[in-house]
């Protein structure tokens, strides 16, 4: 079965990350999902956005949760990348939902922050996500222990980059503990043994980020589950 394809941060080669634009344009190219970032605005709004400082995307040097949401959603965060994407807007996390819809796969990655910002951010986004089907992530076990605790029913991955064995063994440790449904791994990291290791556990493999075709069919040649990349058009159908 060929890997699930899912478009980081949207088509993020050819649009502004995170936005509309970036998502839409991930499913005229034929990926399967989207993956997307969300941290929480000063007043409680989970935003889709990777960093939480504005001044990459925005040129504001203020966090998102220093802001509400009434102020965050007058930034453009299209014009840095090209002009003609200027006036793309942050998005709600129920906004980036409602795109994908029926038949588009999200994979929402919550940002770790501070214990009570990140148990926040659990409890706001969790009811968002098991109404929409989305798929959970986070580098934070601490927030995948307390997705499964929110929605023991939500699909949770453990994002991991292990450098060495210890790491990897910690890492399924882990999900095997939480009950997680997989993990998501630099894709530098993996090898045949480990995805192998993987589905004997019953986890979902998943590899980021892929941007090279010979790395995807590679990958895929070893049984991976879900591919995330810039370039979704570099991977075969």
């Given at each position: 079965m060929a890997p699930i394809i899912l478009a980081h941060r949207g088509a993020s080669t050819l649009a502004p990350e995170n936005t509309a634009a970036a998502f839409a344009l991930a499913?005229?190219?034929?990926?399967?999902?989207?993956?997307?970032?969300?941290?929480?605005?000063?007043?409680?709004?989970?935003?889709?956005?990777?960093?939480?400082?504005?001044k990459r995307l925005a040129g504001l040097n203020r966090r998102v949760d220093s802001l509400p949401w009434r102020e965050l959603r007058e930034l453009?965060?299209?014009?840095?990348?090209?002009?003609?994407?200027?006036?793309?807007?942050?998005?709600?996390?129920?906004?980036?939902?409602?795109?994908?819809?029926?038949g588009f796969r999200p994979l929402v990655e919550l940002k770790q922050t501070t214990p009570r910002r990140?148990?926040?951010?659990?409890?706001?986004?969790a009811p968002l996500l098991a109404r929409a089907g989305a798929w959970a992530c986070s580098f934070s076990v601490r927030i995948c222990?307390?997705?499964?605790?929110?929605?023991?029913?939500?699909?949770?991955?453990?994002?991991?980059?292990?450098?060495?064995?210890?790491?990897?063994?910690?890492?399924?440790?882990?999900?095997?503990?939480?009950g997680l449904q997989g993990l998501a791994v630099d894709f530098r990291q993996l090898t045949r043994q480990r995805v192998e290791r993987l589905h004997q556990l019953g986890?979902?493999?998943?590899?980021?980020?892929?941007?090279?075709?010979?790395?995807?069919?590679?990958?895929?040649?070893?049984?991976?589950?879900?591919?995330?990349?810039?370039?979704?058009?570099?991977?075969?159908?």
């Open positions: 499913r005229t190219m034929g990926a399967d999902g989207f993956e997307c970032d969300v941290h929480l605005s000063l007043d409680g709004v989970p935003v889709v956005t990777h960093d939480r400082n504005l453009d965060v299209g014009g840095w990348f090209a002009p003609r994407f200027s006036g793309q807007r942050l998005l709600r996390l129920q906004d980036a939902l409602k795109l994908a819809g029926r990140d148990l926040a951010l659990v409890r706001t986004c222990a307390a997705l499964r605790q929110c929605r023991p029913r939500l699909h949770v991955q453990l994002v991991v980059s292990p450098e060495n064995e210890s790491r990897w063994l910690w890492a399924l440790e882990a999900a095997c503990r939480l986890l979902r493999a998943g590899a980021w980020t892929v941007n090279r075709q010979a790395d995807y069919v590679r990958l895929a040649r070893w049984g991976v589950d879900v591919i995330e990349t810039d370039h979704p058009g570099l991977c075969p159908p």
